[in-house]
């Protein structure tokens, strides 16, 4: 599993595969359900290749997020 975090979108992205399939689709959880926008993403064979949480410092730990900016993922500026 793999985190990045971008701090000016407020955003994470939660890679669940190493070596992913292709990409499919993408199912939204229902925003007032879960208290912000996050989006799954599907391989072709049904996969869940990873979550796109929007909002990232309302829905996740703090320490999720640091190891997101650690893990040398591009953050936007």
């Given at each position: 599993?793999?985190?990045?975090?971008?701090?000016?979108?407020?955003a994470a992205y939660i890679y669940l595969q190493s070596d992913p399939n292709q990409y499919s689709h993408m199912v939204a959880l229902d925003p007032q359900a879960a208290g912000g926008m996050i989006n799954f993403d599907y391989d072709t064979e049904g996969l869940l290749l990873?979550?796109?949480v929007l909002g990232a410092k309302r829905l996740?730990?703090?320490?999720?997020?640091s190891e997101g900016l650690e893990s040398g993922?591009?953050?936007v500026e």
């Open positions: 599993m793999k985190i990045i975090y971008d701090p000016v979108a407020d990873g979550i796109e996740l730990h703090p320490d999720l997020l993922a591009a953050v």
